[in-house]
Structure formats: C-alpha cells, structure tokens
C-alpha cells in the first residue's frame, strides 16, 4: 500500500529550526515530485514547497522563500523539509504529498495523488 509517513515536527521558539521527514513506501518513489503543504485551525491547506523527482528544481511559496528547504534522497525514499527563523505563522499541521506530474513543479492540491497524515509544528513568540 501507498504510504507518506511524516516526522520531526514538534513545539519550538520562534527563531528556531526544525528539519520534517516522509517517508515514502508502495510506490516508485523517484518517478514522483514531492511538495509540502500546510494547513492551520480554521485555514486553507497552502503550499509550502516542492521538489522534482530528481531533485534538481524546487519551488517555493513567497512567504518561506529564504527560510524553508526542501530536499529529498531517493535512495532513502524520503523528503525534507529543513525549516529556519521559524515564525509563529508557520505553526500548523505538515502534510507531505506526491504528484505524478513531471514536466513542472505544482502549488495545487488536487494534483498531488498521496498524502501523508500530517506532522504537528506549534512555534511559540
């Protein structure tokens, strides 16, 4: 079975980093992009980043643009989410998310095929 398992989230300072995981089983994890999504209490789920399937292009949303990295290992099927000078506005659940497309990287929801449950990120002031 298909599965996005994510991990690393917790309860940090605002300043502070935080690295998140997924780790992919039951499918070809190199055929797939990879994104990041976020939502919080009472939000829309929103874009966060994404990475093609070689890793060699990435995509980010404006507003974790020069904080954010995302990466991946295929050799481990995982992706990251390296996540610096976190901000209270980043608290919510992290969702990691795998998409079939190939030829560009995608912010939209409804063109990632897999998701995982979620890791919870709270940033305090």
């Known amino acids: 079975q298909v599965q996005l398992v994510e991990s690393g989230g917790g309860l940090v300072q605002a300043g502070s980093s935080l690295r998140l995981s997924c780790a992919a089983s039951g499918f070809t994890f190199s055929s797939f992009g990879m994104g990041w999504f976020r939502q919080a209490p009472g939000k829309e789920r929103e874009f966060v980043a994404a990475?093609?399937?070689?890793?060699?292009?990435?995509l980010y949303a404006d507003s974790v643009k020069g904080r954010f990295t995302i990466s991946r290992d295929n050799a481990k099927n995982t992706v990251f989410l390296q996540m610096n000078s976190l901000k209270p506005g980043d608290g919510a659940l992290y969702y990691c998310a795998a998409t079939v497309l190939a030829y560009r990287l995608s912010k939209v929801r409804y063109e990632y095929a897999y998701w995982g449950q979620g890791t919870q990120v709270t940033v305090s002031s």
């Open positions: 990475i093609s399937r070689g890793g060699g292009s990435t």
